[in-house]
């Protein structure tokens, strides 16, 4: 059956929405995460009345797709992914992701979709570009050739705990990458955070700092680390990790992973353990190193933006390099300093 038989269409009124969480519930499950920040939710409506099948789209994620009982064969969510593909290309987005279980993959491949990368319990998938593999091609150009460990950040903002794990970590290797978190999801923004990292390192000589993409700890990868959902996040992590020793570390040559210790977010302690399980496993050993500690506390950028909200900037500056107190006393910081006291900007 097609979508044009079936009437796809977008799900506006609040007795569409409700019979979509009924079916979701109906099929083991739920309304998907960041609805806040969906554009748009299909279903394909039986005689126009009866909802039959559903998939949403948050960014460039497609969520939620769903078909009822006894209506799996006819084609049905085929019609609504081609709706959700049609309308993210009427909104400017030419690359999708997904989500599947292993015995969905094959199906979802028939509509265009690739394989990004494989757990026990799930498959990411990806359509248009540029992907993964453009993605990679720009990593191994920058690739030095030479063994290589690697520290991945997020830096919100830089402190001097990033730079004392960066120093550690490059004494002990010929080359080390720093891989910045790209999502725009926090406080400090991506271009400042990652200026602020190659300000912050520029005299270690065998450091080199570059994106992460959408493939190293962002929203598609790892979203527990923005949502802070601790039921998920092993799941999250395990794919993460995955992408990084299948696709990253080969593209880089990259043999040990650098990671500070975690003594505040469970999130952020459940990646580390779940890396300590599955890196050494793929052959890249795992370096955890204590963090630099000032006044008998662990220095952390979850203590700096503390200090910014209460506008305790001095104490902030306790805590970071030159390049970031410069940043505090530009006009820059601004708009960074009004985020986070709107916001809770936890990561």
Known sequence: MDGVMYGVRKLVSDFDLSARERLLFSRGLSVPS?????????????????????????????????????????????????????????????????????????????????????????????????????????????????????????CNPFTLG???????????CDALYVIAVRDDRSAFPFDVRFRLLQEGTADIPNVAVMSGGDYVVSSTTFPSYFTRDEELAPAHAELDLEIFA????????????????????????????TMKRVLPARGIRVEEIERLEIGGEAVSASRVRECLKKKRLS??????????????ESPEFEPVLERLLRGNNSY
């Open 246 to 273: 299948s696709r990253i570390a080969p593209a880089l040559s990259i043999s040990v992973r650098c990671v500070g210790t975690e003594p505040y977010s469970e999130v952020t302690r459940i990646y580390n353990e």
């Open 162 to 172: 990033h730079r004392y794990l960066i120093e550690r970590a490059a004494s002990a």
């Open 34 to 154: 960041g609805e806040d920040v969906i554009f748009g939710a299909f279903g394909a409506f039986e005689g126009g009345e009866r909802l039959v099948a559903t998939g949403s789209l948050a960014g460039d994620i497609i969520q939620g797709i769903a078909v009822a009982d006894g209506f799996e064969g006819d084609g049905l969510s085929a019609a609504v992914i081609s709706r959700l593909i049609e309308y993210a290309s009427e909104h400017g987005i030419w690359r999708l992701s997904l989500f599947t279980k292993p015995d969905a993959a094959k199906r979802f491949a028939m509509l265009g979709f690739r394989t990004v990368a494989v757990t026990n319990l799930s498959v990411l998938m990806e359509w248009g570009g540029p992907g993964i593999d453009e993605f990679l091609r720009g990593l191994a150009a920058a690739a030095s050739g030479t063994p290589a460990a690697c520290v991945v950040a997020n």
């Open 315 to 328: 104490e902030a500056a306790d805590y970071v390099p030159q390049c970031t107190r410069k940043f505090f």
